[in-house]
């Protein structure tokens, strides 16, 4: 292969093709939404053949890093947002389009992950940890309440005024550390609020409320967001659709 390349690899060919560009993306080299050159263009660059570069992008259109547009190219996808297809919309009224939410950083403070964390993150216990917490609120009403975990050594240099200053989601804000992220796995069960999130929706203790945990893998499959949602659904309902 071309400069780019360095090493030699016993990985298949396209392998290392995927990593290339995969690298070139995180790097900034094409920003979300941006096209890539054509394939034959990357083969050139790559010194490769157009096959070992469509079947690359093809793994990288499936790990939703890229995506293809019919008739007009790749592109790189831009990283999803905080609430990704979900939404919270009036109960049955399905087809409703959902008032816009209005997010509050509540605050970035470091802490020791605890051994539940740790494992499904793949740390030692009590490694340091980023601790995000938000506020979400419909027409000036808390509705949600979010706590996102990060690898404190993975993603140092997170705090409260980059993300106040640039509005990140949770998938930009890694992405700025050269990390794709995309959802892995989504947990749902009823918990009574403590007493200090009661007071953020302005509720009492112990109100029911729906918890969603949801981890996110990067591109290799490791496990690096960990995010519990909590959300008011006495009046809304937590949707999931396309």
Do not use: I, N
């Not at 096959?51 to 008739?71: P, Y």
């Not at 509540?106 to 964390?117: D, M, P, T």
């Not at 499904?120 to 979010?146: I, K, Y």
Request: glycine share 10%.
């Amino acid at each position: 292969m071309g400069k780019r390349a360095g090493v030699v690899s016993r990985e298949p060919l396209y392998k290392q093709v995927r990593a290339l560009l995969l690298e070139r993306v995180c790097d900034g080299e094409w920003d979300g939404g941006e096209p890539l050159p054509s394939e034959w263009e990357l083969a050139a660059q790559l010194s490769v053949s157009q096959g070992t570069v469509r079947k690359a992008l093809g793994e990288m259109v499936a790990d939703g890093v890229l995506e293809r547009v019919q008739g007009k190219g790749t592109f790189v996808a831009p990283p999803e947002s905080d609430w990704g297809h979900a939404r919270l919309v009036s109960p049955v009224l399905v087809g409703e389009s959902p008032d816009p939410l209005s997010r509050e950083l509540l605050g970035v403070s470091r802490v020791a992950a605890s051994e539940e964390v740790a494992e499904v993150l793949g740390l030692r216990r009590h490694a340091a940890l980023h601790q995000l917490r938000f506020l979400w609120r419909r027409g000036g009403e808390a509705v949600a309440l979010d706590e996102v975990l990060l690898s404190a050594e993975r993603f140092e240099g997170v705090d409260a005024r980059t993300l106040r200053s640039r509005s990140l989601g949770v998938a930009q804000l890694v992405a700025r550390f050269g990390v794709r992220v995309k959802p892995a796995l989504a947990q749902y069960r009823v918990q009574s609020l403590a007493r200090e999130d009661a007071a953020l929706f302005g509720v009492g203790a112990g109100v029911p409320v729906l918890s969603v945990l949801e981890l996110f893998d990067d591109t290799e499959g490791q496990r690096t967001v960990w995010r519990q949602r909590l959300c008011l659904t006495e009046r809304l309902a937590y949707t999931v659709g396309v």
